[in-house]
């Protein structure tokens, strides 16, 4: 399975707004509206931050948002805050029951 | 609390066999589709199989079919992995997780368990 190309790093200010984008094709970004994205702490299990695309769950700060546009998805922290220095990982379904993820962005709060 | 614990993770010497555990706690397990997905030492997330409510529903990843077995124990609560056949690009940290169905995303994640093969 193919991985998801995401940039190696991000980072921004507190405050300011860091978007990472993730690229795919037409069969799986751009083929279902079954995105998500992950938060990973060093030595810490992923979190769900956002699903289908641009759902967030419960608890998750509204800071966090998503977007699609083609084979191209993206997340956006407005107002990056110090906590939010993690690594993320978009996730797509592929079809015929296959999820492939993200190469994984390392966020740096300056 | 809803949760998953993983274990079985160690040292194996490549060609070998492991079996991962994932033990729920605080939902129907048996509800949820249930997937394990690794991290290779400084890498990426890759997802490597997943097991609906029913046992037979079963998918790999193409780097691990034939090689690894999913399976889950509903009265017990518990998922499985055995892996055979062991390579050194098999070492990774082995998380389990749960969706409800084969659409919805990986919304619970366990604390994962390292599994290193090595000589």
């Known amino acids: 399975q193919s991985v998801l190309s995401q940039p190696p790093s991000a980072s921004g200010s507190p405050g300011q707004s860091v978007s990472i984008s993730c690229t795919g094709t037409s069969s799986d970004v751009g083929g279902y509206n079954y995105v998500s994205w992950y938060q990973q702490h060093p030595g810490k299990a992923p979190k769900l931050i956002i699903y289908e695309v641009n759902k967030r769950p419960s608890g998750v700060p509204d800071r966090f948002s998503g977007s699609k546009s083609s084979n191209r998805a993206s997340l956006t922290v407005s107002g990056i805050q110090a906590e939010d220095e993690a690594d993320y990982y978009c996730?797509?379904?592929?079809?015929?029951?296959?999820?492939?993820f993200g190469s994984g962005t390392k966020v740096t709060v300056l | 609390q809803e949760q998953l614990v993983e274990s079985g993770g160690g040292l194996v010497k490549p060609g070998g066999s492991q079996r991962l555990s994932c033990a729920a706690s605080?939902?129907?397990?048996?509800?949820?589709?249930m997937r394990w997905i690794r991290q290779a030492p400084g890498k990426g997330l890759e997802w490597i199989s997943y097991i609906g409510s029913s046992s037979w529903n079963t998918k790999y990843a193409d780097s691990v079919k034939g090689r690894f077995t999913i399976s889950r124990d509903d009265a017990k609560n518990s998922l499985y992995l055995q892996m055979n056949s062991l390579r050194v690009e098999d070492t990774a940290v082995y998380y389990c997780a749960r969706s409800y169905t084969i659409y919805d995303p990986f919304e619970i994640w366990g604390l994962g368990t390292m599994v290193t093969v090595s000589s």
């Open positions: 996730c797509s379904y592929a079809g015929s029951n296959n999820y492939v």
């Open positions: 605080g939902f129907t397990f048996s509800d949820y589709y």
